[in-house]
């Protein structure tokens, strides 16, 4: 199975060169190089064929390289004192520049197998990485070197520790294509690789992403060797646990490959199990992941905190900072020192819920247990007194950190400038931006579109948008963020010239519009009445491959129940269904509120209970626009059961429903005890 998936991905290749039925491989034994002496290298050097693609000028011709002086002496020096130095020193790059490629290749190759002959793996390693390396930059077809290295067409075991090592520098330069090659031809001749050249083998196509290749040689390596160690079962527990882009966390995978080990015998070590448990966090398995690592204390398994850190941080993530808490003295129960990941992700969790308090209770226990904050436990405390608009004590902490031993970053930053734009403090922000430069940290987009966005929510847009030729004059280039920023100001203020323009701008910028710039410009135009301008803004995200999300969808929808043209509302419904977008409370609400002004209740409520059953919660609006509805045509009886549904389920009526209900059945007993 493993060849067969490797076939389609162009893994494969035969890299044997044959010219009149003459192979074009060199296999002069390194260890023959001992016997000749220096000047006949340089006077008599022995004729060979070149092997290499870049040399051969027509197929079934044979020529011979022009060999330079003295890098055979040099080959000749390096047998006979081993001298690492000396090797590293003379890197290819320089040698082929020298020397020439063929000959400075057939070089290496002699050095290479003398020294795996006595040992020098690590020094094999790193000529081959050298080697590799200049194929890379070079674009040469790498898949020729195998058969050149091989010491011997008739027996490759003297190769063996050549190849493992060469299986290693392709997969160190992200070159899986080519390693796995080399093990194939391994396998092929009946010769079984190094495990650790395996592992860093199979380690190379996970990170690559090539989830069938990595399940293909980890069943190679079980079935026909060689067997799987701990490393390896380390690789693949990381693999399915970790969640690389086009793959989930696969826990019942994870939770095989621990079976797994435990059968053949193989004792997992903490770093399996910490994989294993942030698995289960990431997955959202937190409580499992819990009774998980009590079941493991009780049986005595090796576990260390980053083991809890997932625990602490899915917890944390779901807003359970308290069960968290209790996790942490939990840990601390068992003779677990916390370090300060798992105090920092508490103190950055109550932060983030507004609970202050307990994030600095928190903070002053790291620092009587003699474990320093890192800058990200600081940004936390920052960002949590920022929150809260308690700025003095957030500069506090600011200042402190020089004494502390911590230096701030750009991010850092951006949190105490932003906290003053919070508080309108703009003048004090800009002044604390010029004060970064001057500490020699470079404030960075996100740092202004503070500034930006606090200018335009207080309605001076005009002035944000003076802010940008400050921002290139100090080599910041403005991002889409920055633009939309702008471009939500001026459309809040109704000026869509200006907002038109800075979207002009932005695309001479060089810089490409998102899926927020578009909803905003959409939103623009529909409330200004231009719904077919709009539609041509939402047809260009098609034409831009920028995808309409569901803000995008709803913004239209809006649109067209304001003009009163359902029919097109629906038709974008429908659409938005097919995509996968799932309307909420706002994208019904729109839709109900169309209906119930074109006196279509039957639609408006096949909505309501639609929305209900997808579990989207009616909001006030919603209740108010089908009250409304349900008065107009007179069904009062329906309009006072939809209230009391209202009230019942937590949401408070305003007047305006009170007042529509009262209006229509001018009754004044109703209309009190709606207010009662």
Same mark, same amino acid.
């Given at each position: 199975?493993? *060849?067969?998936?490797? #076939? ?52 079934? *011709?044979? @020529? ?8 055979? $002496? ?11 130095? +000396? ?17 400075? =290749? ?40 195998? $058969?050149?290295? !091989? ?31 080399? @093990? ?6 009946? =010769? ?18 090539? !989830? ?30 970790? %969640? ?37 966090? *990431? ?86 247990? *003699?474990?320093?904050?890192?800058? +990200? ?23 402190? !950190? ?12 951006? =949190?105490? #400038? ?53 921002? !290139? ?30 979207? %002009? ?7 490409? $519009? ?155 007993? #109703? ?6």
């Amino acid at each position: 199975m493993f *060849k067969s998936c490797l #076939v389609d991905s162009a893994f494969l290749r035969n890299c044997v060169f044959f010219v009149n039925r003459v192979s074009f491989r060199v296999y002069s034994a390194a260890a023959s190089a001992l016997l000749l002496e220096d000047h006949v290298f340089v006077k008599a050097p022995l004729p060979f064929e070149v092997f290499a693609v870049q040399e051969i000028k027509a197929l079934g *011709k044979r @020529f011979c390289t022009q060999r330079k002086e003295n890098l055979y $002496p040099f080959v000749v020096r390096l047998f006979k004192t081993l001298n690492w130095e +000396v090797a590293w020193d003379a890197r290819f790059s320089k040698s082929v520049k020298e020397h020439g490629f063929s000959h400075s =290749l057939n070089a290496f190759r002699i050095i290479v197998h003398e020294f795996a002959l006595v040992g020098m793996q690590m020094e094999v390693q790193a000529l081959l990485r050298d080697v590799v390396c200049y194929y890379q930059e070079a674009k040469y077809d790498a898949f020729g070197l195998f $058969p050149y290295l !091989l010491d011997s067409p008739l027996s490759g075991v003297r190769s063996l520790v050549v190849f493992d090592a060469l299986i290693t520098a392709f997969a160190d330069n992200s070159m899986p294509e080519n390693a796995v090659d080399v @093990f194939l031809k391994i396998k092929r001749m009946g =010769l079984e690789p190094h495990i650790w050249s395996c592992n860093i083998l199979l380690k190379c196509l996970a990170e690559a992403n090539k !989830l069938e290749c990595v399940r293909s040689l980890f069943e190679c390596l079980k079935n026909s060797g060689p067997s799987p160690n701990v490393y390896t079962y380390t690789v693949m527990m990381s693999f399915f646990c970790a %969640g690389y882009p086009l793959q989930d966390v696969d826990i019942s995978q994870a939770t095989d490959i621990l079976q797994e080990m435990e059968k053949s015998g193989k004792h997992p070590t903490a770093v399996i199990y910490a994989e294993y448990i942030h698995g289960l966090c *990431k997955a959202g398995y937190v409580e499992f992941a819990l009774d998980f690592i009590r079941n493991m204390q009780h049986r005595d398994q090796p576990l260390n905190s980053y083991c809890y850190n997932a625990i602490l941080r899915g917890f944390c993530q779901k807003g359970e900072t308290c069960e968290a808490l209790k996790v942490l003295e939990e840990m601390k129960s068992y003779g677990m020192v916390p370090d300060v990941y798992c105090y920092t992700i508490l103190i950055d969790g109550f932060c983030k819920e507004g609970d202050i308090e307990k994030a600095l209770a928190l903070f002053e226990e790291m620092e009587l247990c *003699k474990i320093k904050p890192s800058l +990200v436990s600081y940004s936390s405390l920052i960002y949590g007194l920022c929150k809260l608009g308690l700025i003095d004590h957030m500069l506090h902490i600011y200042r402190n !950190l020089e004494s502390a031993g911590v230096c701030p970053d750009a991010i850092t930053c951006t =949190l105490i #400038v932003d906290g003053y734009c919070r508080e309108g403090r703009l003048e004090e922000a800009l002044r604390f931006i010029y004060e970064m430069y001057h500490q020699g940290i470079s404030p960075n987009s996100y740092t202004y579109n503070a500034v930006l966005n606090s200018l335009c929510k207080q309605g001076k847009p005009e002035k944000a948008w003076g802010l940008i030729p400050q921002m !290139l004059k100090r080599n910041i280039l403005p991002e889409v963020a920055n633009y939309n920023t702008l471009i939500n100001g001026f459309g809040k203020q109704l000026n869509s010239k200006k907002a038109y323009m800075v979207y %002009g701008g932005m695309l001479k910028a060089g810089v490409m $519009p998102n899926t927020v710039t578009y909803t905003i410009l959409i939103n623009i135009l529909c409330h200004r009445g231009k719904i077919y301008e709009a539609c041509n803004m939402f047809k260009e995200m098609s034409e831009r491959d920028v995808a309409a999300d569901v803000i995008s969808y709803t913004s239209l929808i809006a649109g067209f129940c304001r003009m009163g043209d359902m029919k097109k509302a629906w038709v974008l419904f429908k659409e938005m269904l097919s995509k996968n977008h799932l309307p909420n409370a706002i994208t019904y609400t729109c839709l109900i509120d169309g209906f119930c002004k074109s006196s279509r209740m039957d639609y408006a409520s096949f909505l309501f209970e639609e929305m209900k059953n997808k579990n989207v919660t009616p909001d006030l609006v919603t209740y108010t626009v089908l009250i409304i509805g349900y008065c107009r045509l007179r069904n009062i009886d329906r309009a006072i059961e939809l209230f009391d549904e209202m009230k019942h389920s937590g949401i408070s009526g305003d007047g305006f429903a009170n007042e529509a209900l009262g209006l229509y059945t001018k009754d004044w007993f #109703v209309y009190k005890r709606l207010e009662s």
